[in-house]
């Protein structure tokens, strides 16, 4: 058994209480109640217990002569001798612990005259010491970090390194950054030795596991796989590259080069097969175009119509589709052609699922099934919808019509203009006619980035196939 140290309280009750002086000042129950208050002052500072006996000493008198109150000029010379936030730790921590001495006496109701204020200087003033003291430890701890990262690096051995369950990359018990997919983003240094050394530390630590991901990967099956609507091609549900001008890009840049490289035409396999699923319609007419099956204007209209990037202005073509015979014009229907009253297109590319692949292959309106027209962007089966609601009204446009196409007033009249469409005669209801040779609206070539040019990126032409010379459009 032994017996249990006094407290700090204790220990300066009995040394205070054994001073005459202060023995006098305590008669009575108040007096010796405000002795054992001040006694209870804690020790922030851990310093030696005389300076602390003096502390308390100090406030004691200062609490029991004169008004009985700690001097406002006494806690401001205190305050201005600690409002500094210079110095190394040690110096900064003993400043911060005797600031908490100043809070603690402030505290006290009945201690100071203001006791408010300061509580607030004082609180601000412990803010900026923490703040401080916080930023120097950790300067502390990231240079023993790069110490260790340094000497790890002139180790021939195994580096000591782990990568946890949410990508957290450890390097001799420090982190050095985060692994995701197959892409390592490095932790951030305060220096160019620390950048260097979490560099190199990261490098040897990662390489393994990126070279253990990326042979995963490249033998991984489509299921595993997605792609995004802003054209990010997924692995497990983390980014693993991006597809860009109908290439993908791995993320990252870890790994020896023909191993990336089979990653790479993994992903892009992956793509091909997902193109040819979602977008069926555009594989059966370029599989018709390769095998000879479209001859003529058939032929020209259809390689017309994948440049377009699948949606083309009628009035382009509008000569040739006069020209076609029944065989022809049948063989095009078959082929998932429709033959609109304002548009050429692809029904089966304008699936929610068609569209959301063919928007990640590119940009390009077309991509989304629209047509620029009359300054806006129009679904080219919301024209066709109107082709129905102009017929149905004798060629007016009520307003429960337009409505149902989602247009103001404004967009309807461009939209009809821009068409070939004029008023016959003034007054309401406005009956339209079709100028007798509606001139088609100068074509939008389909960028590189299309598509259909991002999926013919992905896929190796087979050899001996030469690809068919482009028609003139005619105009009529």
Same mark, same amino acid.
């Given at each position: 058994?032994?017996l =249990?140290?006094e =407290?700090?309280?204790?220990?300066?009750?009995k040394?205070?209480? &054994?001073?005459?002086?202060?023995?006098?000042?305590?008669?009575g129950? %108040? *007096?010796?109640?405000?002795?054992?208050?001040v006694?209870?002052?804690?020790?922030f $500072?851990?310093?030696? =217990?005389?300076?602390?006996?003096?502390?308390v000493?100090t406030?004691?008198?200062?609490?029991?002569?004169?008004?009985?109150?700690?001097?406002e000029?006494?806690?401001?010379?205190?305050?201005?001798?600690?409002?500094?936030?210079?110095?190394?730790?040690?110096?900064?921590?003993?400043?911060?612990? @005797?600031?908490?001495?100043?809070?603690?006496?402030?505290?006290?109701?009945?201690?100071?005259?203001?006791? &408010?204020?300061?509580?607030?200087?004082?609180r601000?003033?412990?803010?900026r010491?923490?703040?401080?003291?916080?930023?120097?430890?950790?300067?502390?701890?990231?240079?023993? $970090?790069?110490?260790a990262?340094?000497? @790890?690096?002139?180790?021939r &051995?195994e580096?000591?390194?782990?990568?946890a369950?949410?990508?957290?990359?450890?390097?001799e018990?420090?982190?050095?950054g985060?692994?995701?997919?197959?892409?390592? *983003?490095?932790?951030?240094?305060s220096?160019?030795?620390?950048?260097?050394?979490?560099r190199?530390? /990261?490098q040897?630590?990662?390489?393994?596991?990126?070279?253990r991901?990326?042979?995963?990967? #490249?033998?991984?099956?489509?299921?595993?796989?997605?792609? @995004?609507?802003?054209?990010?091609?997924?692995?497990? %549900?983390?980014?693993?590259?991006?597809?860009?001008g109908?290439?993908?890009?791995?993320?990252?840049?870890?790994?020896?080069?023909?191993?990336?490289?089979? #990653?790479?035409?993994?992903?892009e396999?992956?793509? +091909?097969?997902?193109? /040819?699923?979602?977008?069926?319609?555009?594989?059966?007419?370029?599989?018709?175009m390769?095998?000879?099956?479209?001859?003529?204007?058939?032929?020209?209209?259809? !390689?017309?119509?994948?440049?377009?990037?699948?949606?083309?202005?009628?009035?382009?073509?509008?000569?040739?589709?006069?020209?076609? @015979?029944q065989?022809?014009?049948?063989?095009?229907?078959?082929?998932?052609?429709?033959?609109?009253?304002?548009?050429?297109?692809?029904?089966?590319?304008?699936?929610?699922?068609?569209?959301?692949?063919?928007?990640?292959?590119?940009?390009?309106?077309? +991509?989304?099934?629209?047509?620029?027209?009359?300054? !806006?962007?129009?679904?080219?089966?919301?024209l066709?919808?109107?082709?129905?609601?102009?017929?149905?009204?004798?060629?007016?446009?009520?307003?429960?019509?337009?409505?149902?196409? &989602?247009?103001?007033?404004?967009?309807?009249?461009?939209?009809?203009?821009?068409?070939?469409?004029?008023?016959?005669?003034?007054?309401?209801?406005?009956?339209?006619? $079709?100028?007798?040779?509606?001139?088609?609206?100068?074509?939008?070539?389909?960028?590189?980035?299309?598509?259909f040019?991002?999926?013919?990126?992905?896929?190796? =032409?087979?050899?001996?196939?030469?690809?068919?010379?482009?028609?003139?459009?005619?105009t009529?």
């Amino acid at each position: 058994m032994k017996l =249990s140290e006094e =407290s700090l309280d204790e220990i300066t009750l009995k040394a205070l209480a &054994g001073e005459p002086e202060i023995a006098a000042r305590a008669k009575g129950r %108040g *007096e010796l109640h405000r002795l054992w208050e001040v006694c209870q002052t804690p020790d922030f $500072r851990k310093i030696a =217990s005389d300076e602390h006996l003096r502390l308390v000493r100090t406030l004691h008198g200062q609490l029991t002569t004169g008004r009985r109150k700690v001097p406002e000029d006494w806690m401001a010379g205190q305050f201005k001798a600690l409002d500094r936030t210079d110095g190394e730790i040690d110096a900064l921590a003993q400043r911060l612990a @005797s600031v908490r001495t100043l809070a603690y006496v402030a505290n006290r109701p009945d201690w100071l005259a203001d006791p &408010g204020h300061w509580q607030g200087v004082t609180r601000k003033l412990e803010d900026r010491l923490s703040d401080t003291l916080h930023e120097k430890l950790m300067a502390r701890f990231i240079d023993r $970090r790069t110490s260790a990262l340094m000497r @790890s690096l002139g180790e021939r &051995g195994e580096v000591l390194a782990g990568v946890a369950a949410d990508g957290s990359v450890t390097v001799e018990g420090h982190y050095v950054g985060k692994l995701e997919g197959v892409r390592f *983003e490095p932790a951030k240094g305060s220096t160019t030795l620390e950048e260097k050394a979490l560099r190199g530390a /990261a490098q040897r630590a990662v390489a393994p596991e990126i070279a253990r991901r990326l042979g995963k990967l #490249a033998a991984e099956p489509d299921e595993v796989f997605a792609l @995004s609507p802003d054209g990010v091609v997924l692995w497990r %549900g983390e980014a693993a590259g991006a597809l860009r001008g109908g290439k993908v890009r791995l993320y990252g840049e870890l790994g020896h080069a023909a191993a990336r490289e089979r #990653a790479v035409r993994r992903l892009e396999a992956f793509v +091909a097969g997902e193109s /040819a699923r979602r977008l069926g319609s555009l594989r059966r007419l370029e599989e018709a175009m390769a095998d000879g099956e479209l001859k003529g204007l058939a032929r020209g209209i259809t !390689h017309q119509l994948i440049e377009a990037g699948g949606v083309l202005d009628r009035r382009i073509v509008d000569t040739d589709l006069r020209a076609l @015979s029944q065989h022809e014009r049948r063989t095009l229907r078959s082929l998932g052609v429709r033959i609109g009253a304002f548009s050429v297109f692809l029904p089966g590319l304008l699936t929610p699922e068609a569209i959301a692949h063919a928007s990640a292959l590119s940009d390009a309106p077309a +991509a989304r099934g629209l047509r620029a027209v009359g300054g !806006h962007l129009v679904r080219v089966d919301t024209l066709e919808r109107l082709d129905e609601l102009l017929r149905a009204g004798q060629m007016t446009l009520s307003d429960q019509a337009r409505e149902e196409l &989602g247009w103001s007033g404004r967009q309807a009249n461009a939209i009809l203009r821009s068409l070939g469409f004029v008023p016959a005669r003034k007054g309401e209801p406005v009956v339209w006619r $079709r100028r007798s040779a509606p001139k088609a609206e100068k074509p939008v070539e389909a960028p590189p980035h299309s598509p259909f040019a991002a999926l013919a990126a992905l896929k190796t =032409s087979p050899p001996g196939k030469r690809r068919p010379r482009r028609r003139k459009a005619r105009t009529a």
